[in-house]
Each structure stands twice: as structure tokens, then as C-alpha cells.
């Protein structure tokens, strides 16, 4: 496993942007596949995009495509979701996530950082 610390959430009003970032500690960071989840309250944790260990591949809920961008520096050991034309239905308790797979599918991924929260107001 290794350890994932989420930073860069936080309130931001309907149709502006924030990146988030998620450092990884502990294993090698660049064999693994990393992805963000989200969780709002009463919902079920749901995928929001997933990048491949090499950064060839990415994929994202249609919920977010075209809006958010994941990239990731494996010099720095970091990914960063850049959220672009935030709408208050992206208000979530976001999750950092890392795996062996580039899935769309929780129960592939055996490292998940503490989350944070990302609240859009209209």
C-alpha cells in the first residue's frame, strides 16, 4: 500500500476552478495507476477519473469530462485534478486513490487518501 495525502479543496462559487493534488508516499509511485472518487452526502462514492501509471491513459465520468483534467508529475510523486467550471452538483468529499489497474471501479483500488471536501456554492 502506500500513503495518500489529498490537499486543495475548499468553497469556491458555481463556474470557477480548483486543482487538486494528491502526494504519494511509501511505494513507487510511477507502477501505479491513480484515481479520484467522490462522495457526496447520502451518495455513494463514485468515480470521477482515473490516469494510468504512465500518464498515456486517461478516462473520466461523463459527469466531468470536458470540465476536469487529471495529470500527474512522477518526479514530484503527485497527481492534480484540475476542476474547471465547478457546478454546486460537484460538491463532494473527494478521494484519492491508488491501484495496481486503471479502473473505473472502487474495490480495484487498495490505497485511498483521508478525502476532502470541495463545496460549490450557486
Known amino acids: 500500500q502506500v500513503e495518500l495525502v489529498e490537499s486543495g479543496g475548499g468553497l469556491v462559487q458555481a463556474g470557477g476552478s480548483l486543482r487538486l493534488s494528491c502526494a504519494a508516499f511509501g511505494r513507487t509511485f510511477s507502477s501505479l495507476a491513480m484515481a479520484w472518487f467522490r462522495q457526496a452526502p447520502g451518495k455513494e462514492r463514485e468515480f470521477v477519473a482515473v490516469?494510468?501509471?504512465?500518464?498515456?491513459?486517461?478516462a473520466y465520468a461523463d459527469s466531468v469530462r470536458d470540465r476536469f483534467t487529471l495529470s500527474r508529475d512522477n518526479s514530484k510523486n503527485t497527481v492534480y485534478l484540475q476542476m474547471n467550471s465547478l457546478k454546486p452538483e460537484d460538491t463532494a468529499v473527494y478521494y484519492c486513490?491508488?491501484?495496481?489497474?486503471?479502473?473505473?471501479?472502487?474495490?480495484?483500488?487498495?490505497?485511498w487518501g483521508q478525502g476532502i471536501q470541495v463545496t460549490v456554492s450557486s
Open positions: 486513490a491508488a491501484g495496481d489497474h486503471t479502473s473505473h471501479y472502487r474495490d480495484q483500488y487498495d490505497s
Open positions: 490516469i494510468s501509471w504512465s500518464g498515456s491513459t486517461t
